[in-house]
């Protein structure tokens, strides 16, 4: 079974830059689309992006297009979240999971990971 594990967050200010990890800790990505999520407190979980096996689709939430850019590295069974001209209103607990051979945005994820706060205040 896959197991995800997220990194990369951390405190920016408004404008500034992040750029997260999404990598198997257990198992391997090999055939499963990814998906980003994040939730804030007091908020309902919403999705942020997601990405097919191969990359060629991808999708993203009206809130970051523009701004934030997924990616894949199947070569190191690794996804990224970049994150641009990052807002207050991005500030939020960031998750990936996982569907085998899914579409985008993700229909069953599974293999959540623990997830990566990102904060943005100055």
């Known amino acids: 079974q896959l197991q995800l594990a997220e990194s990369g967050g951390g405190l920016v200010q408004p404008g500034g830059s992040l750029r997260l990890s999404c990598a198997a800790s257990?198992?391997?990505?090999?055939?499963?689309?990814i998906g980003w999520f994040r939730q804030a407190p007091g908020k309902e979980r919403e999705g942020v992006s997601c990405?097919?096996?191969?990359?060629?689709?991808?999708d993203y939430a009206d809130s970051v297009k523009g701004r934030f850019t997924i990616s894949r590295d199947n070569t190191k069974n690794t996804i990224y979240l970049e994150m641009n001209n990052l807002t207050p209103a991005d500030t939020a607990k960031y998750y990936c999971?996982?569907?085998?051979?899914?579409?985008?945005?993700?229909?069953?994820?599974?293999?959540w990971g623990q997830g990566t706060q990102v904060t943005v205040s100055s």
């Open positions: 999971a996982a569907e085998y051979w899914g579409p985008c945005p993700l229909a069953v994820p599974s293999g």
């Open positions: 257990r198992g391997t990505l090999a055939g499963y689309a």
């Open positions: 990405i097919t096996n191969l990359g060629g689709t991808t």
